[in-house]
Each structure stands twice: as C-alpha cells, then as structure tokens.
C-alpha cells in the first residue's frame, strides 16, 4: 500500500495491510508533527507532494527494501496538506518473519523517503511561516 | 524546444507560479535551463546550487540534454516524513 | 502503559498511550505469532507469564530506555494465553522528539523483553506442543 | 525454613505443579535449593543448567542465600515477545 492522502491517516488500515501470517513482526514508524520547532512554537504545518513523482520514488523504496531484507509487506502514506499538530503525516510498516528485518527495512524506508521523496512541509508561526530545508535539520531529526 | 516546468514548495513561491511553458534553444542542459530560470527569476539565484531537477519525474544531472515536451520539475530539498 | 492483558491487544489504545505533542516520531513494533516454526506448521500459542514479576521487569525496561534515549513516552503490552496466528502478543511504542532514538529504544525494549521477563510461548502443532526455548531462536528471531 | 516455591512453563510439567512450600535447612542457597529439587524431581535435572531462580522477583545467582518465607521462582529459558 502505498499512498498520499490528503484526509486523516488510518493507521488500523495499514496494519491491516502489512499482516501476513507468516510474519513474526511488525515494526511501523509514525510521524507526527512536533509543536515547535528550532526552539519556536509551532502553530500548524502544511505538506505539498510531486504527487506522482512521490509515489514513484515511494514505490521505488518499498521495492529496494524488499530487494535488501527478508521481509512480507510494507506500507507507505504520507499524508499532505495541513496536518494539525500530533497528528501523523507519515506512516510506514513492515512486516517481516523476523524482527530485525523489519526495523532495518522500516528505518531505511523514512531515512531515504526524507532524503529522495519530493514533498515539502511548511511550518507555520506566530510571526511567519517557513518551508522546512531538511538539510539544515539532518543533525536532528 | 518547448518544455513544461513544475515548481514546487520555497521555488515555486519565488516563481510566483505552479508551472509554465518554457522555449529553450535545442541541445539545452537541465543546467542551462537553471541559468535561463535565474535569469527570468533573480529570487532563485540562492536556491540555484540547492535544487535538484527532475525530468520526467526523474531525478537528472545537470548535464542532462532536455527534449522537446519533457515534464520539468525544479525540486528545493525536501522536507517529508 | 505497562500491562499484561489476556484479551486482544488494543493497538489504538497503546498508540494514544504515547502521543506527545512535543514527539516528532513513534516507532511501534508489534510482534505477531508466526504460522510455522522451525518448519513445522503451527497451530496455535499460548503465553504463560510469572505476571508479578514480568510486569516488574517490563517496568525496569521502560525505565532504563528512558535513562538511554532522549524518549518521551513507552509503552509494553504483552498478551498471556491462547493467541491465534497472526494476532499480536506484544505490542511496543516508543514516542521520541527524534526518529532514531524512538526506533532505537523500542528495539532495545524488544530485544531485552525477550531475554529478561519471565514470559514463556508453547507452541501446539499437529503432532505434539512444546516450550519454546528462546535459545534456540536467538540466530532465528 | 520454609520458602514458596512457583514452576513455570517446562518446569512446571516437570515438577507437575504450579506451587509449593518447601523446607530448607537454614543457610540454603539458591545451589542447595536446586539439588534438593532435582532429588524430589529427577525430570528437572536437564533442567538445571538452563534455569534461571528469581527471589522475591529478582534474580539472584546461585549462591544467593535464601531467607525464611521466601518467593522462590524456577525460571526456565524465557521466550516472550
């Protein structure tokens, strides 16, 4: 399953997705959007997709971690627009026979979807709005 | 040749604009596409050695000959996830 | 959260059980019982747990992956009893500001809940039903 | 002394209990307690090495000594998760 929405991510859907009975593990990674950001407070957050490019690239990161791990399913949806605070704009999972795989896979999934994957978020403050450069937050996040 | 250019996020708002068709002298280079953009745009002049460019919803170097018609998105980094 | 339940693992519960409006990312890891085991089919499971104790040490896990990593919330919840394949016995969320360190403190959670809480898995195949000796499974799991 | 001994899991097949009191000359160590075990329950002997015992929900080494009343749990190999 891999997706860009623009309405609530349902998580129980994707688990749903990634089951598999001869998994022995799911790991799912959940992004949500932080109340501040650099040490300012953060009102809300917008994110804008290359829809179609996005889920090239999504689908082409499912497939190379399924060519470098052992494992059953994996899911992508970003969600875009604005996303209140809290609330999930990424969900990954993935499930594998065993464990291990599936955090490497799941991890390797948001790492390259940060650095490959063609979608912005805007982070809106008190006193002004700015689109996010992820390389100034590589340190961080 | 004509092309279709895409901007996105921080590049779009100095365009003023979502996309728009471009002529460009045949043999063009996604790099010399970026030079005739800063030309018409002074304001991406600072994300110049910043964008990527995507043909055809690939990413290409910037010695990448262009084609008549190919989809163009000029790509800030990104920040999803 | 801490908790050893003998119902099905509410999943959604566990998820607003770690939500933290100053938490970037929330790593989950969900093991599910597997349909075959050393390649034999099986079954069904069930857990038996030395509940006073286990939930002790669950306790002392949390404890210590919030000493390690800069986390804000854990949660451990293990199912006893009869799991049917493809359900949940454990489910674990980690709550982070930063992605890294949610993904790792769940996979130490994971990791040390297998060897130190007294949690036992029996598995029933066509022919017979054992311990597992999670021993054996340490090159496996 | 008395202490309250819990099986689990293998241990409790064997032993074909859950619970039960049992009496130590004072002094006992986790060691003793095992061997005394073993006697009473021969299946444990193949046991024993792999067993872990926990008092009062922590575990103890071998040469713990052992107080009156006790918790005393024999722990085989775990396998949670």
């Known amino acids: 399953m891999i997706e860009i929405v623009s309405e609530k991510i349902d998580i129980t859907k994707i688990l749903q997705s990634v089951e598999d009975n001869s998994a022995g593990g799911i790991d799912m990674f959940i992004g949500t959007t932080r109340d501040n950001s650099k040490g300012k407070s953060v009102l809300r957050l917008e994110y804008e997709a290359y829809i179609p490019m996005a889920l090239k690239k999504m689908n082409e990161i499912a497939g190379e971690a399924k060519t470098r791990w052992n494992i059953k399913k994996i899911s992508l949806v970003h969600r875009i627009g604005k996303v209140e605070i809290g609330e999930a704009s990424i969900v990954i999972a993935v499930s594998s026979p065993h464990r291990k795989e599936a955090f490497e896979a799941c991890r390797y999934a948001i790492d390259t979807l940060k650095k490959i994957v063609p979608i912005w978020k805007k982070e809106f403050f008190e006193d002004g709005e700015v689109w996010v450069d992820a390389r100034e937050e590589k340190i961080l996040s | ?81």
Chains 1, 3 share one sequence.
Not at chain 2, 5 to 13: C, D, Q, S
Not at chain 2, 67 to 77: G, K, R, S, T, Y
């Open chain 2, 1 to 81: 040749m004509n092309i279709n250019i895409k901007f996105f996020a921080a590049a779009k708002e100095v365009a003023g604009k979502e996309e728009m068709q471009f002529s460009l002298p045949s043999s063009s280079t996604a790099s010399s596409l970026l030079d005739l953009l800063v030309e018409q745009f002074p304001g991406l002049q600072e994300w110049k050695q910043y964008v990527r460019v995507a043909v055809n919803q690939e990413y290409v170097s910037l010695d990448y000959a262009l084609n008549e018609n190919d989809e163009v998105a000029i790509i800030p980094p990104v920040s999803g996830g």
